[in-house]
């Protein structure tokens, strides 16, 4: 298969790790006989100093013209720290989503046999947990209307949903449930917000066409303590974009490391690939970042593409990393294998 | 000492619980020589059957009246499931938090020595587990213009903040920190949002009042993970009204059951008192719900009279409960105790 990759490495560790899960590519390129290209575009901070906008209209152009997006991270202290910077890098990510309409994140979340131990979660309560969270990416209070009145002493910001935006993803979430273990969990809080009582309303008369998928409701707060109570019980999670936000950053913590989770965000056109996590800048150009979840974020890819034999063959050989110990500090903190030593390691065992 | 307390029983377990925290109160009057006096008054589901409303005017002026509340809970299955429903009863709460001005909510997430092995998460990671809540009660995007258009395809709620809602709460937050351990964590989602960023100028303009505080920020996502990897590195966390509700429940599951944690609401005038926890309806009646989360709201109820004596009378009969496995069975599955039971054996232990 031909396939065109545009690689956006952003911000912090961000083309550290990025650079491990193209090694892999490489290695499946290799052994499969496949041709991928591969282009490098600049987004976020990097991209800020180098033109001023975190998404320079050449990286979306890049971006459009390519079949399969891969990103690294975004994000610097520099910003973080400062709440009077009108332009900021992550706006390059809210802004890439947005063009290209990738209205569903898909986060799952699974751990890995051999880092049961890395849990701060109980074994008995993490064994077995396997879901995978739809989060709505292009809409609610990310991108509704910001507000700062003239004295700088009230500010705002509108989270708006409609329909259209509900059910696309809520048809790819029924989809996904359909072909797991056909129960799917709505996250909101419909006690309180306008915006969750039409989230019920939209997946419940959906729901109507999944008549196999068992769908129920929960609250967000209650939501946030099911997950460190008992993850197991969920198979597909629904939610919108800042309960989504906060709920899969919280279940990636159930693998211990931060440093282990993919995503994908999809859209009718196109689709992105990318870690869980952040920037870490404080780790930047270190060699000690964790490399796995953005090798499993090709993975992600891979699958996109119908490559589950590729994909499977990256995973095997994570798996053998780690259970042979080749890990960063995160992970072992004894190891002393660096970012690029196991990304070496994986994709030479692909 | 004479105090007036208002009880509210609300939905649900809430009557059962407020009972046995109604029976310690009554313990401590005659240990202690005072004189508090109770008058109830319903909101809630219940006054919605009753009056129609979920907060009757005559429960508003009760409370309105009275030195103290002590509230159970709140919310049934009924309208929970039902996004159609135009009043709900929790609007009941949120009325009165509003009216009374109640615009800090105080969560202390604290874990009984004898019920380290009851949390999901491992004793390594908790233990020494010692922060509360600040969380703003009154304001954003819970009480901000909800709107759905005509034809119910768009929904909107606005999150809105003033300097002024943020600073009052601030101020109480720098102040608990100062008196604990000096550490104040700010969480937010400040690379996005508009009312994040202003919350962000007015704490850190404020900070520089309380030199002694060491201010940090942290974004929501992070927050919700570093909860989960390591919640002995917080002392004091100051956030809104959306943030707070999901972080605190989340905190809560630290404890392993819902049913241990209280929480007090205070304004300028007013001051309530409730469990972390909701309304259980499936537990309502049966003697099973654990009425210690709604015992503890009374302590803290003593402690903001200035009675720490009393305060600590009834700590130390919970504890006592506790190692002499006197719990309901969320806690220890074989028990034989029922709500009441654990009520008498704490209030007959003051
Ligand atoms: C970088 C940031 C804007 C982003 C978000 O909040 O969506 C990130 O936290 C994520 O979850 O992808
Ligand atoms: C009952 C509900 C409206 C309430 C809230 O969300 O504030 C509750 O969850 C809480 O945390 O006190």
Chains 1, 2 share one sequence.
Not at 24 to 44: D, K, M, P, Q
Not at 53 to 68: F, G, M, N, Q, V
Not at 91 to 119: A, D, Y
Request: hydrophobic fraction near 40%.
């Amino acid at each position: 298969m031909n396939l065109n990759i545009t690689l956006l490495p952003g911000d912090g560790i961000g083309p550290e790790v990025l650079a491990q899960a193209v090694k892999c590519l490489r290695a499946v390129e290799e052994t499969f006989n496949h041709n991928f290209s591969y282009i490098e575009a600049s987004i976020g901070a990097v991209a800020m100093d180098q033109t001023g906008s975190p998404l320079p209209e050449e990286t979306l152009e890049i971006c459009k013209a390519s079949d399969a997006i891969l990103f690294g991270t975004i994000g610097t202290l520099k910003y973080d720290d400062n709440p009077y910077a009108k332009v900021r890098p992550e706006q390059g990510l809210l802004q890439l989503r947005k063009e290209l309409n990738l209205f569903s994140s898909i986060r799952p979340v699974k751990i890995f046999p051999t880092l049961l131990e890395k849990s701060p979660l109980k074994k008995e309560i993490i064994l077995g947990t396997d879901f995978v969270i739809y989060r709505e990416l292009t809409g609610g209070i990310y991108f509704g209307e910001k507000k700062l009145s003239a004295d700088g002493t009230v500010a705002s910001d509108l989270c708006e949903y409609s329909e259209k935006e509900i059910s696309r993803i809520t048809h790819l979430a029924f989809k996904a449930a359909k072909n797991r273990m056909q129960k799917l969990t709505v996250v909101d809080k419909a006690n309180v917000l306008e915006t969750s009582r039409l989230w019920r309303r939209v997946v419940s008369k959906i729901g109507e066409s999944y008549p196999e998928v068992a769908l129920e409701f929960l609250l967000a707060d209650n939501a946030a303590m099911q997950i460190m109570l008992n993850p197991k019980q969920f198979d597909v999670i629904l939610t919108d974009n800042l309960f989504g936000d906060i709920l899969s950053d919280q279940s990636s913590a159930i693998c211990g490391s931060k440093g282990l989770l993919p995503s994908a965000s999809i859209g009718n056109d196109y689709a992105m690939f990318e870690p869980f996590h952040g920037s870490f800048t404080q780790a930047k150009g270190k060699n000690i970042a964790n490399p796995i979840a953005s090798i499993l974020s090709a993975v992600m890819l891979l699958n996109h593409f119908g490559l589950n034999e590729e994909a499977q063959a990256i995973i095997v050989a994570v798996d053998k990393a780690l259970r042979k110990n080749i890990s960063t500090k995160d992970i072992n903190p004894s190891s002393t294998y660096g970012t690029s030593q196991v990304g070496d390691f994986i994709s030479q065992n692909i």
